[in-house]
């Protein structure tokens, strides 16, 4: 084969190559010039209390003398904000305290590890701050893993535990690791705030306003991959792995909110079935749509919790 021939044969692959450099260069100087840009967009909201040498942000709203908890799934990169449908639904009834653990949504990063005890410190430190000393916890998602941690520790203080689609013990796919180096790159590169930008709009047709939809944009952009999520996400398989077997304590009651097919972890309805059957009140209350129900079903929620909550009294 004559060399001109190789070298035209060479450059569709070597051109493609160019033109991807060249967009992901483009897509990461667009990133680390909007997330400066941002950083000033990004309004205050809740209050900071100290936990340790840093800060975490809560938000707290009802006058009541009955105290519900609200902490968030795996991710979630405003909390305080992402639980406002809920938050509305409930704070007629209870003072309702949303954490925003280390890393979220005005909350300080850190460097101690995101062990599930580690976070449950945490969080029981900032609601001591907050003197808060009786509550019901409600958690979404992996809090209900680290819940089982939590109550352990704290089992005096703790009322109740009410689970929005939250994660159990041996679920199938816990202890799988999750690809954090590839999702730090992405970050890095600006791919991920590209598709972000090009994908649906998450909230669409949900009860937030522009104002609040604009704010979880931004902050989804500065903690999607930060690296106390990351963390968080790289100990994900081993608290999973740690929960193995582990029970709420007989005498806690739990309230299980969770979605009525198991449509991509296997059993998941039978799993949260047993989990309340091990404690000697448990209910499970099945709620058609996606693993974010406090989005599309914060007044059955809160509903089903007043009525839960004042039966346990």
Do not use: C
């Amino acid at each position: 084969m004559k060399k001109s021939t190789r070298l035209a044969l060479l450059l569709p692959p070597v051109a493609l190559v160019a033109v991807v450099a060249l967009t992901l260069g483009a897509t990461a100087a667009v990133n680390v010039v909007a997330t400066r840009a941002e950083a000033s967009e990004i309004v205050s909201y809740g209050e900071r209390v100290g936990v340790g040498d840093r800060s975490m942000n809560v938000v707290v709203s009802g006058d009541h003398p009955d105290t519900i908890v609200l902490l968030p799934g795996l991710g979630t990169a405003a909390p305080g904000l992402d639980f406002a449908p809920l938050i509305d639904e409930l704070d007629d009834t209870y003072r309702v305290v949303a954490v925003e653990p280390f890393g979220t949504g005005l909350s300080d990063q850190t460097d101690v590890p995101r062990t599930a005890a580690n976070i449950s410190s945490e969080v029981h430190s900032a609601l001591s701050s907050l003197g808060i000393e009786r509550y019901a916890l409600m958690g979404h998602s992996i809090s209900g893993v680290y819940a089982l941690t939590y109550v352990e520790a704290y089992r005096d203080e703790v009322t109740a535990f009410i689970g929005i689609d939250s994660s159990v013990p041996d679920q199938p796919g816990g202890e799988e690791p999750i690809a954090t180096d590839a999702l730090v790159v992405l970050d890095d590169l600006g791919v991920a705030r590209a598709l972000r930008a090009l994908g649906p709009d998450p909230y669409e047709g949900l009860p937030y306003g522009a104002r609040a939809k604009e704010q979880m944009r931004l902050l989804t952009n500065k903690n999607s991959a930060a690296p106390t999520v990351i963390d968080e996400m790289a100990h994900a398989s081993n608290t999973f792995a740690e929960a193995s077997g582990r029970r709420f304590p007989a005498d806690l009651p739990v309230l299980l909110f969770v979605r009525d097919v198991d449509d991509d972890v296997e059993d998941w309805v039978a799993l949260h079935r047993a989990q309340a059957a091990s404690v000697d009140r448990g209910e499970v209350i099945l709620l058609p749509g996606s693993h974010y129900l406090h989005h599309t079903h914060a007044r059955e929620i809160a509903e089903g919790a007043r009525e839960f909550l004042g039966a346990s009294d």
